[in-house]
């Protein structure tokens, strides 16, 4: 079993930054590819970007030139740096991360538990 947490999300005015960090924590798992949604009052969970075990990186239209995602596979963790926010990037961030557990081979998916972003004037 495979548990995210979340954290560094907050308040912020337009055009400031933020950093969000998830760290996985588990045994017997092998962390694949990480990734960061959001979802927007009355609006549908989407992908704002995503990060391979190789440190293939790929965004959202969206946020593309204002977030950068990262990861250490050292401490199974990935970074969400967000910049330049606008009212449109509120929503609540969540992390995602795929694993290989590896006494059956089998893959997961997992989940954090969200943390809140808000982007004011």
């Known amino acids: 079993q495979v548990q995210l947490v979340e954290s560094g999300g907050g308040l912020v005015q337009a055009g400031g930054s933020l950093r969000l960090s998830c760290a996985a924590s588990g045994g017997g798992f092998a962390i694949t590819t990480m990734a960061w949604y959001r979802q927007a009052p009355t609006k549908q969970r989407e992908l704002v970007a995503v990060?391979?075990?190789?440190?293939?990186?790929n965004y959202a239209s969206s946020v593309k030139g204002r977030f950068a995602i990262s990861r250490d596979n050292a401490k199974n963790t990935v970074y969400l740096q967000m910049n330049s926010l606008k009212l449109e990037d509120t929503a609540v961030y969540y992390c995602?991360?795929?694993?290989?557990?590896?006494?059956?081979?089998?893959?997961?998916?997992?989940w954090g538990q969200g943390t809140q972003v808000t982007v004011s004037l």
């Open positions: 990060v391979s075990g190789v440190g293939s990186t």
């Open positions: 995602n991360a795929d694993a290989i557990e590896t006494d059956t081979g089998s893959y997961a998916t997992y």
